[in-house]
């Protein structure tokens, strides 16, 4: 049977330990760094959903906590852009420099303030991010480098979730990677519903295999 290697792991970075769950299905191509939203950790139940579907495709994933607990308590660092940017970057080269994971191609999930995160770390890293996925992202905050991304980007916004989705085709306009935006019908800023939370998950799941297989 093929070896699936799942791993608490404490990342070094700026002078403190992100905490993070690195999952390894064998022979991987890729693994999907999850980017979560404020007041979020890794062990947000709608991320793990969605890893689980990316793992189902033989996808590795990596979920980690971007602030210490300590951190987390001021409200100013959740909103605090080009910190977490600068954490999901170095968490990204954490992980290539790691002996089990060589070569390996890199999307990016994030979640509503994680997305601008993603994609500012998506501009940043140029060509070694494969795939971006947004679930509810307020991509707004990441308007100056929308331009600069070159990773095939796709937004998921709920269709009820008006003010986010509204700002979602925006940015889309702005990007000039491939892109695609896709609306869960009656679903709002949570994926709550019956059934939304899957569609979500399985789109997200679509857009990585097909990009980083």
Not at 170 to 180: K, N, P, S
Request: net charge negative; aromatic share 6%.
């Amino acid at each position: 049977m093929a070896h699936h290697s799942e791993s608490l792991v404490s990342i070094p970075v700026d002078d403190v330990e992100l905490e993070g769950m690195l999952e390894l299905p064998a022979e991987a191509p890729g693994v999907v760094v999850f980017a979560h939203g404020s007041g979020s950790s890794r062990k947000s139940p709608r991320n793990n959903f969605v890893a689980e579907t990316i793992r189902d495709r033989g996808l590795g994933t990596l979920l980690f906590d971007l602030l210490t607990e300590e951190e987390d308590q001021y409200r100013e660092n959740r909103f605090d852009i080009p910190l977490l940017t600068d954490r999901l970057a170095a968490v990204t080269e954490w992980l290539w420099a790691r002996e089990d994971v060589p070569d390996v191609n890199t999307g990016y999930f994030g979640s509503s303030t994680g997305a601008a995160s993603a994609l500012r770390a998506a501009s940043h890293l140029k060509d070694d991010v494969d795939a971006v996925v947004s679930r509810g992202g307020r991509v707004d905050m990441a308007t100056e480098v929308l331009d600069e991304v070159r990773a095939p980007t796709l937004f998921v916004v709920g269709g009820n979730d008006t003010q986010v989705l509204e700002l979602n085709r925006e940015a889309l306009d702005q990007l000039t990677c491939e892109r695609d935006l896709h609306v869960v019908e009656g679903a709002g800023h949570l994926f709550e519903g019956e059934g939304e939370l899957e569609e979500v998950a399985d789109v997200a799941a679509d857009w990585f295999a097909q990009n980083l297989t």
